[in-house]
């Protein structure tokens, strides 16, 4: 199995702050990574799919990024309702795997 | 517009059978993969598996096998996800979530989710 390796697992930024999650995938899965937002009572909502895409809706403050088996999400301008818990997913190779999960709040 | 709508919560006794369901509506329905997903309390995410609406062919994750069943039908755009000898540890909200068209394995829209609580 592809194991997803998430940091770091909870962090708290002020508004308008630059935040950045990684996940390192324990083999190449090339760009087949999600990234998604969980907020408590509501269904995960994708934010960028194949590493970089930005899924349609989501604000461009949110990005993605990769470098060898290293993926990045960024939120370049932190905002009160980015709070949430953020998992990537590899989407390469069967069983499919998520991150732990990193939980953003505000200072 | 693209809708998942799930079954309502459940209450089952260790060792019963929960089985969910999962109507999408908005779309073609057997374009798409279908993904089931669970969260136990506290957790994070867990893949469950997969099914192809078009041919009814699934694949689960290994923990699975052999308890859960994963069916559609095509008639009414629904598919379902049966998991059997229930354990306390399967208590968690069950979500089914829809395939991306270009990249099946990522999962673009999502229901809104089915708790199962086991309990004695």
């Known amino acids: 199995d592809i194991q997803m390796t998430q940091s770091p697992s909870s962090l708290s930024a002020s508004v308008g702050d630059r935040v950045t999650i990684t996940c390192q995938a324990s083999r190449d899965i090339t760009n087949y990574l999600s990234w998604y937002q969980h907020k408590p009572g509501k269904a995960p909502k994708l934010l960028i799919y194949d590493a970089f895409n930005l899924e349609t809706g989501v604000p461009s403050r949110f990005s993605g990024s990769r470098s060898g088996t290293d993926f990045t999400l960024t939120i370049s301008n932190l905002q009160p309702e980015d709070v949430a818990t953020y998992y990537c997913q590899q989407c390469d190779n069967f069983p499919l795997t998520f991150g732990g999960g990193t939980k953003v709040g505000i200072k | 517009q693209v809708q998942l709508v799930q079954s309502g919560a459940e209450v089952k006794k260790p060792g019963a059978s929960v089985k969910v369901s999962c109507k999408a509506s908005g779309y073609t329905f057997i374009r798409y993969y279908m993904h089931w997903v669970r969260q136990a309390p506290g957790q994070g995410l867990e893949w469950m598996g997969i099914?192809?609406?078009?041919?009814?062919?699934?694949d689960s994750a290994q923990k699975f096998q052999g308890r859960v069943t994963m069916t559609r039908d095509t008639s009414t755009s629904t598919i379902y996800m049966e998991l059997n000898s229930l354990r306390f540890d399967d208590t968690a909200v069950y979500y089914c979530?829809?395939?991306?068209?270009?990249?099946?394995?990522?999962?673009?829209?999502w229901g809104q989710g089915t708790t199962v609580t086991v309990s004695s």
């Open positions: 979530a829809r395939g991306l068209e270009a990249r099946p394995y990522g999962m673009g829209v």
């Open positions: 099914i192809n609406p078009s041919g009814g062919s699934t």
